[in-house]
């Protein structure tokens, strides 16, 4: 267990116990959307981590109040790894988001009333019309793929690997994450298994990015490499499971 803390009310102290982090590349046209939204929950300690951007996200995060990092080594886990860095000793828990305004951050406080009895909480996309819709047949194959292959190695049942997600500090850093790449969602959740975590999947109603275009879904070439990258990331887990 990590109950590093005692129980608090959805309030001040709670949320500035909050670090946010947001990985980004190109997201110009929604990235004050997301800041905003983010804020407007009186969240403040929030990073933009610009993973190579050719336009003005970052300048967009500034203007807006966000603490801008540079990753330029492409990849998703690293951009967020990069964004867990140097957390201030406040920080109890890391709250990670797209920048593309898909996750529906005005359901946050759900997730909060939640916080002293899980370890981990992720949004599940599965759970409501509006997320499931709002999925890819790719992305839909993908879930399936990946939470398949975690039930058969590591006997839990997971229903989404989405992005939205909040872990309290002292397990994320008992993970051990090393997967810097698209895996990086897969690993977390095996590894607070492997941790024996206080998990709990929480419904959202996500929705198709505000703009612009993603990076994998709707891309048949960058689909078949994520899809590899799961089966990587699983076979890599179960080595170090193992060993």
Request: glycine fraction near 10%; include cysteine.
């Given at each position: ?44 300690r929030?990073r ?54 898909g ?5 946050l ?29 790719l ?28 872990v ?69 887990s ?6």
């Amino acid at each position: 267990m990590f109950l590093d803390h005692p129980p608090q009310a959805v309030g001040p102290a709670l949320l500035n116990s909050i670090q946010v982090v947001i990985p980004v590349r190109d997201e110009e046209q929604t990235l004050s959307h997301v800041v905003g939204q983010l804020q407007a929950q009186g969240l403040r300690r929030i990073r933009v981590v610009d993973n190579g951007s050719r336009d003005r996200s970052a300048t967009i995060a500034r203007h807006m109040g966000a603490e801008v990092l540079s990753e330029p080594s492409p990849g998703y886990g690293r951009a967020c790894w990069r964004g867990c860095r140097n957390l201030d000793p406040a920080v109890r828990w890391i709250l990670f988001c797209d920048g593309d305004g898909g996750d529906p951050l005005e359901e946050l406080p759900r997730f909060l009333d939640q916080l002293s009895d899980h370890d981990l909480l992720l949004g599940d996309r599965t759970a409501t019309a509006a997320g499931r819709s709002a999925l890819t047949p790719l992305q839909r194959w993908g879930n399936w793929l990946a939470t398949t292959l975690i039930a058969l190695g590591w006997g839990f049942r997971y229903r989404d690997l989405g992005p939205l997600r909040l872990v309290r500090r002292s397990a994320f850093e008992a993970m051990g994450m090393r997967d810097r790449g698209y895996g990086w969602t897969l690993e977390m959740q095996v590894r607070a298994i492997e941790l024996g975590l206080r998990v709990r999947e929480m419904p959202v109603s996500h929705r198709p990015r505000l703009a612009g275009h993603s990076k994998i879904s709707g891309r048949w070439g960058a689909s078949v490499r994520a899809g590899s990258v799961i089966l990587t990331t699983v076979g890599r887990s179960w080595l170090r499971r193992w060993q």
